[in-house]
């Protein structure tokens, strides 16, 4: 299959998937495993950060790469209440005398951590870009090792299929709500008070004390799925405080409904990516080829899942134990984010017509795993109050189920915030036009996860601030990932020199 860019974002997974994708496992929109780096030297005052060695970074980590922690309100009613630690990285720029400031590079998730990404990102950005900043990662609110929360779940539910609302073969809801009351009770008891506390809107706070802590008047910044909206969310709670801020892969940042939003637009969003997948595996001469035609491949497809709803494929060691019709969709979902995905997905649809399941793929460790779900759970449910009504999500489901097969229903379901027992702290952030001009938003085309209907609607609520480049490509995460040449150009170009089209633009 054709791949237009050199980097391929493949581990990655959180409560809705939006970060990517780890072995199907993941509650998100996203699951991403933490890395081990953390900071090794005492906590920061809010205005200082003392830097030193990371420790337990592993082989990929950067020589150069620092660690510090930093000290912000748990509850920012309460400033000069109990405080809790955020641990910051950073990888200093490559050529002092260019250097324009720092660069916050901002995770997906929620459940995501950037704490090595200074490192990793450092093998790819190009070089007038690592001249030009200092790179900044940083562990979200909850995210080891910042100070961490957990809602100490039950291990079957922490399978990406029960995190997901995927509905039981005939369409019910009433699992995904007992799911629901389960996971939600297990976060208010074992959670304690920082799960209340964990939200976007403290998340940009967050990064406006790391922005002061580094010395910076304005900063700039990469934000990648979630990570968009906190960036946009950011935008709005500290205009003045932009410089240049890149949006790649961007969520619909609707006031009223944030995560479920997010959730519904796997609908579309598979809708635009399955035809890629399907391509390729009706393509003469892969290895895996599944059908003759495209409409063959989502014809087999629909039909084997319904099969293993009635009668699953034991899958000893997995999590849950058994492949069925679900298991079968969120494994599409998970391969749908880039297109080195499709092999897996084509082996396992061939696999399952024998009656055969290759083993599932090696899910995070346990504690990664409960870490990142308790944080997607408290940010997405945190945000905006969900629906408490089982019928209402029930009828939503039935639609879905009739309108996008594909999905069978999932992304209307309800998840675990139907049962949360907590009232968000405050509305949502409503993203407006009004403030500096300093947004650049990229957008594949073709996005399982944060789908161009859904880039669009951030595009209109920015207005006049922002430019927004789509990229015909498909996969999720556009700069540098799986996008293509004209769109990393325009990026680049922008984080460099802070030139920007003077329209939006479309990168054949």
Known sequence: MKKSTRHSRAGRATLLGLAGATAAAGLGLGLTAPATASPSMTTASPSTLRWGACE??????????????????????????????????????????????????????????????????????????????????????????????????????????????????????????????????????NGGELIRHISTANEARDLDRIRAALGERRISAWGVSYGTYVGAVYGELFPHRTDRFVLDSNDNPDPDRVGRAWLAGFEQGVEDTFPEF?????????????????????????????????????????????????????????????????????QLINAARKGQVPPAPPAPPEAVLQNVTAVAIGTICNDVAFPASAAGYQQDVHDSRAAFPLTAGMPR????????????????????????????????????????????????????????????????????????????????????????????????
């Open 278 to 346: 399907a391509r390729y595996a009706s393509t003469p001469g892969t290895p895996d080829r599944v059908a003759a035609t495209s409409a063959e491949v989502r014809r087999v497809f629909l039909e084997l899942a319904a099969r293993l709803d009635r009668a699953p494929l034991p899958r000893p060691g997995a999590n849950p134990p058994v492949l069925d019709g679900n298991e079968l969709r969120q494994a599409m979902l998970t391969s749908l984010y880039d297109p080195d995905g499709y092999p897996a997905l084509a």
């Open 413 to 508: 379901g309800p998840m675990a915030c139907a049962a949360w027992p907590f009232a968000p702290k405050e509305p949502p952030v409503r993203i407006g036009d009004k403030g500096r001009s300093s947004f650049l938003l990229v957008q594949n085309e073709r996005d399982v996860a944060t789908p161009l209907s859904g880039a669009r609607k951030l595009r209109e609520a920015l207005g006049r601030r922002a430019v927004m480049v789509t990229v015909d490509s498909t996969g999720h995460d556009a700069y540098l990932a799986n996008g293509n040449a004209c769109g990393d150009a325009t990026v680049t170009r922008f984080l460099a020199t802070g030139r920007r089209p003077a329209t939006d633009l479309y990168c054949r």
């Open 56 to 189: 337990g970074g592993g082989p990929g980590l950067d020589p150069r790469q620092q660690c510090a922690t930093l000290s912000v309100p748990m509850d920012y009613a309460k400033p000069d209440g109990k405080q809790i630690r955020i641990a910051v990285s950073r990888l200093p720029s490559e050529d002092p005398s260019a250097r324009r400031g720092a660069l916050l590079l901002i995770p997906g998730g929620p459940g995501g951590t950037s704490i090595g990404q200074p490192s990793e990102k450092a093998k790819v950005l190009p070089q007038e870009v690592r001249d030009a900043y200092d790179l900044i990662g940083f562990a979200p609110r909850g995210m080891a090792p910042s100070t961490a929360v957990t809602c100490d779940l039950d291990t079957s539910d922490l399978a990406a299929t029960k995190l997901r609302p995927w509905p039981a073969p005939d369409g019910s809801v009433e699992g995904n709500m007992a799911n629901a009351r389960r996971m939600s009770e297990a976060c208010a008891r």
